[in-house]
C-alpha cells in the first residue's frame, strides 16, 4: 500500500503562484508514474500534469506553460508548482499514483483545494 497526503492549497488571487506538495510513504517502490489531478464543481476529474520514474513530464493542454511538475525521490515528494493562476484553476487537487505495470492511478490523496479569485 501507498499512502498520499496533499498540502498547499488555498485562496489566491488570479495571476497568483502556489506550490503543492504530496508526501508519499509505504511501498513506495512498487510506483513509478505520479500525477496531479483536479476535479471542479460539476465537472469530471482530469489528469493535469504527470511524471514518470525517468522524469518524463507531460501537462494538459490548459495548464501547458504555467504549471510544472517535479519529484523529489530522496524526500519521497511530488510536487506541483503553479504560476499565473486563472479563476478556472479553481478545483480539488489530488495526487495519485500508479503501480509498475499499471496503465491506471491507483492510488490516491484526498485532495487539496485551490480556489483562484478575480
Known amino acids: 500500500q501507498v499512502q498520499l497526503v496533499e498540502s498547499g492549497g488555498g485562496l489566491v488571487q488570479a495571476g497568483g503562484s502556489l506550490r503543492l506538495s504530496c508526501a508519499a510513504s509505504g511501498n513506495i517502490f512498487e510506483t513509478n508514474a505520479m500525477g496531479w489531478h483536479r476535479q471542479a464543481p460539476g465537472k469530471e476529474r482530469e489528469l493535469v500534469a504527470a511524471i514518470s520514474g525517468g522524469g518524463s513530464t507531460w501537462y494538459a493542454d490548459s495548464v501547458q506553460g504555467r504549471f510544472t511538475i517535479s519529484r523529489d525521490d530522496a524526500k519521497n515528494t511530488l510536487y506541483l508548482q503553479m504560476n499565473e493562476l486563472k479563476p478556472e484553476d479553481t478545483a480539488m487537487y489530488y495526487c495519485?499514483?500508479?503501480?509498475?505495470?499499471?496503465?491506471?492511478?491507483?492510488?490516491w490523496g484526498q485532495g487539496t483545494q485551490v480556489t483562484v479569485s478575480s
Open positions: 495519485a499514483a500508479r503501480t509498475k505495470g499499471y496503465r491506471v492511478y491507483d492510488y
